[in-house]
């Protein structure tokens, strides 16, 4: 079956550190979705990937869908408190997307 | 652009009861509505995909009778958990799309069975 492995699990940084997250498959996605959730509250979206090897930023927040379309990774720079949350990629394929385990994020101010 | 809502945020019931919940877009028409379960500090799984006018797709081991799915229009999808259960206790969040794998979720709704 598929997998999906998001890494890592958790993060506990120092605000204005870079952040790094990725997302790797075993099998080829249409398109790579990263998402942010806050407690309580449903997903919102934050960049949304369509081509092989395509690079995107929003802000400070910068993603790639990989090559081989089995993965991607989301960068966030010079970290601020409101970027605490959990990140899910959510790569797309049979117009329906599948959720990574979650990133979790924690900035030390 | 691209808002979802959802009613009730949250909802209390006693076991064997049902309860509705609603998912609208609101500036938008959706062709696609999509219904996931959350259980704390899991991830999000998707329980049924539909579409307007047409009888709801139900992911492997999700109950098509016991989780009842209405799109009745562009902006409105419900889920009607029938005879709910402890075990249903969960955040349900709902999602909507307009023809890309874009999905944009509205806020959720907290169920307690008791």
């Known amino acids: 079956g598929q997998q999906l492995n998001q890494s890592p699990q958790s993060m506990f940084i120092q605000e204005g550190e870079d952040v790094s997250m990725n997302c790797t498959s075993s099998s080829i996605f249409n398109t790579w979705l990263w998402y942010k959730q806050e407690p309580g509250e449903g997903p919102v979206l934050l960049i949304a990937l369509y081509k092989a090897g395509e690079l995107t930023s929003n802000g400070r927040l910068t993603a790639q869908f990989g090559i081989t379309r089995k993965d991607s990774f989301l960068n966030i720079s010079a970290s601020i408190p409101s970027d605490v949350g959990i990140y899910f990629c959510?790569?797309?394929?049979?117009?329906?997307?599948?959720f990574g385990q979650g990133t979790r994020l924690t900035i030390n101010p | 652009g691209a808002v979802v809502s959802e009613h009730p945020s949250w909802v209390i019931c006693k076991s064997g009861t049902s309860v509705k919940i609603e998912c609208r877009s609101l500036?938008?028409?959706?062709?696609?509505m999509f219904w996931y379960r959350q259980f704390p500090k899991q991830s999000l799984m998707l329980m049924a995909t539909s579409n307007e006018g047409s009888k709801a797709t139900y992911e492997q081991g999700v109950e098509k009778d016991k989780f009842l799915i209405n799109h009745a229009s562009l902006t409105l999808s419900t889920l009607t958990v029938t005879s709910a259960h402890p075990e249903d206790s969960s955040f349900y969040i709902c999602?909507?799309?307009?023809?890309?794998?874009?999905?944009?979720f509205g806020p959720g709704t907290r169920l307690t069975v008791t």
């Open positions: 959510a790569p797309g394929g049979a117009q329906k997307l599948v």
């Open positions: 999602s909507a799309s307009r023809l890309t794998y874009e999905q944009y």
């Open positions: 500036d938008f028409q959706a062709t696609t």
